[in-house]
């Protein structure tokens, strides 16, 4: 009897975390899956692999969230067309060039994050217009610089983005890799409590002596970084850079990092939420796709799922914000 | 009021003078009608958008919204006028329970209206899978009314200007609108009903929402679900140089409309100044960058440490 409760109080206050939801969700729609189609696991390995592009997104956005309220990077689409098509043309197919090629990309994404900030901090802008303005004068660039090309990646970059290992893709280990290290970094390192510190409460942070501009300058370049590596591996997976192929990663970076369970209202982090969050949506848009749904009954469905999670989880994790 | 608009009024002029110098054949009432034109559905959209800021929300899916108007506009409403109607009305309903949702559990506008846009362009590609459709003859006939001496758009968006400042800043639900945006524990102390206004404040996003999708349709006469894509930004940035400010409670009316106006004029200079298309959105971005900066210049005081 004693031991039966205390299972079930485990169980509940297990259950009362946000950042388990995503993972039950995902094994419900594993489950789902498995029940429709006899390809269960390759669709799995499948899923995993879009759902890395969803984790690395995913926590660059984490990043700008957590340092508060109203923070939020709208130029990530951009940023990883940009970086990609960069990256691309820097490698021009050829296989030793991959290494001076991801820097390219990489350098673009940290300076796009810079510019971002910089915007923020120079002309005190909300952080969602400086960077959907800057977003623009991104994809500008890489029209004009582009063309709308489609930039074909060298073989070496596609082999290596599509290696499994036991079944596991190796991007989705590459992943789960960068998200224990950022995990460690933001609970234990001066930079990581710096950005919590700033997320709860501004002023205390600078009158705490913590350099915010610093602080939120490097979590701006960082946010850039992540998207631009992720540009440069998508370019790979998908076996080329394009114009577009970032679009749909503004709104999947910023659901992830919400339905894991960090606060949108920033000073609260949750990278093994968005792990989950993003192997969740991937396996949903995954399962609609076997069950035949075209794009515009996946959007609808897609929308309504992260909406429900929104309204059901509600509350407890919001409390935070003012009102 | 004059001096509260300095800057909307300023930033249209920084771009209705060079129109003027390049192409002075525009300042006549045909030109200025074409000219005007489609800055109708955006002011509309813009106003919407105000709504929601003034309130310390965002609406990210307006420009979804005012996309799957045109749709419906075009499949529905003109085949079935009472089933269209319905339609549009049940779109008011739901933003108005979202309202209540945002509310009740202190939900982040910006995510929830983010998945709201999804599901708006989900129904508008099923209905209009492809740009088309057939606008009913009573909404284009109003969009190209030729009123006397002065052309429509003027007339419709100092009307619109006029209304909204009568809903804001003169009637008793105006307060309290202001009054949940600036200080929502003030206006609980002094027992009114915050729901009541996150609905109703929704409410009217919705519907603001759905004239722009309606003028949208009239004045391009098709029916498109991606159409309004830039709604989504040029609104936002339309109220703040406008004067609005994120944090709500501060707002403009006229403000928003001149914004609305100045965010359209810009892509006519653009074309006037024989840009590339390919630049155009950047030089979009470049110029509400500058806009943003110049705001700030006029109204900076102190300095500030932290940001």
């Known amino acids: 009897m004693y031991e039966q409760t205390s299972i079930m109080g485990g169980l509940l206050s297990l259950l009362k975390q946000k950042k388990v939801w995503p993972y039950i969700a995902a094994v419900v729609v594993y489950v789902a899956i498995e029940r429709v189609s006899s390809a269960a696991t390759a669709t799995l390995a499948a899923s995993m692999s879009f759902a890395s592009f969803f984790i690395l997104v995913g926590i660059g956005q984490m990043l700008v969230i957590t340092t508060g309220p109203g923070n939020i990077d709208l130029s990530i689409p951009y940023t990883i067309a940009l970086s990609g098509l960069i990256a691309m043309k820097t490698m021009n197919e050829v296989d030793s060039n991959i290494f001076i090629g991801l820097l390219a990309g990489i350098a673009a994404g940290a300076v796009i994050g810079a510019m971002n900030y910089l915007l923020i901090r120079l002309i005190l802008m909300p952080p969602m217009i400086a960077t959907l303005a800057s977003s623009f004068i991104v994809r500008t660039l890489s029209i004009v610089w582009f063309r709308g090309l489609q930039i074909k990646p060298p073989r070496a970059l596609s082999a290596l983005v599509n290696v499994k290992i036991a079944g596991f893709p190796l991007i989705f280990i590459f992943a789960i890799l960068v998200a224990v290290i950022m995990a460690a970094i933001l609970s234990r390192s001066r930079y990581g409590r710096s950005i919590h510190a700033i997320g709860q409460n501004i002023k205390a942070a600078w009158l705490s002596n913590i350099n915010v501009m610093r602080v939120k300058f490097l979590t701006y370049m960082l946010c850039g970084v992540f998207a631009a590596v992720t540009g440069v591996l998508l370019a790979g997976f998908i076996g080329g850079a394009t114009l577009d192929m970032g679009d749909e990663y503004m709104m999947y970076s910023i659901a992830v990092v919400v339905l894991g369970g960090s606060s949108i209202a920033g000073g609260d982090s949750n990278v093994s939420g968005i792990v989950g969050a993003s192997l969740f949506l991937y396996l949903v848009v995954n399962f609609l796709n076997i069950m035949g749904l075209g794009i515009s009954l996946r959007n609808i469905i897609t929308g309504l799922i992260i909406i429900a999670i929104i309204f059901a989880g509600g509350d407890s994790v919001f409390i935070s914000k003012k009102r | ?307």
């Open chain 2, 1 to 307: 009021m004059l001096k509260k608009n300095i800057l909307p009024w300023c930033s249209i002029l920084l771009v209705l003078i060079p129109i003027a110098i390049l192409r002075p054949r525009v300042m006549s009432y045909a030109g200025l009608q074409l000219l005007l034109n489609m800055a109708m559905p955006l002011t509309l959209a813009t106003i919407a958008q105000m709504f929601a800021m003034a309130i310390g929300e965002t609406d990210f899916s307006i420009g979804n919204l005012v996309g799957l108007v045109t749709c419906i506009a075009g499949v529905i409403l003109s085949k079935n006028e009472f089933l269209g109607t319905v339609a549009l009305l049940s779109l008011v309903l739901i933003y108005m329970f979202v309202g209540a949702m945002i509310y009740l559990k202190k939900l982040p506008s910006i995510i929830v209206t983010i998945g709201l846009s999804f599901v708006w362009t989900g129904i508008a590609t099923t209905l209009q899978p492809a740009p088309g459709g057939n606008i009913p003859a009573f909404i284009v006939n109003m969009f190209e009314w030729k009123t006397p001496f002065v052309p429509f758009p003027i007339i419709f968006m100092s009307a619109l200007a006029l209304i909204v400042y009568l809903i804001v800043f003169r009637s008793n639900f105006g307060i309290l609108i202001r009054g949940v945006g600036g200080n929502p524990k003030a206006i609980l102390q002094a027992g009114h009903s915050c729901f009541k206004v996150y609905v109703f404040v929704f409410g009217l996003v919705g519907l603001f929402s759905i004239l722009s999708g309606l003028a949208l349709a009239g004045v391009t006469t098709s029916a498109d679900a991606n159409m309004a894509r830039n709604y989504t930004l040029f609104s936002v940035a339309g109220v703040v140089i406008g004067g609005g400010s994120f944090s709500g409670g501060k707002v403009s009316s006229l403000g928003a409309v001149l914004g609305a106006c100045t965010m359209t004029l810009v892509g006519t200079l653009l074309t006037f100044m024989k840009i590339r298309p390919d630049w155009q959105i950047g030089a979009q971005g470049f110029i509400i960058l500058v806009v943003l900066l110049i705001s700030r210049l006029l109204k900076n005081s102190g300095k500030i440490n932290y940001v």
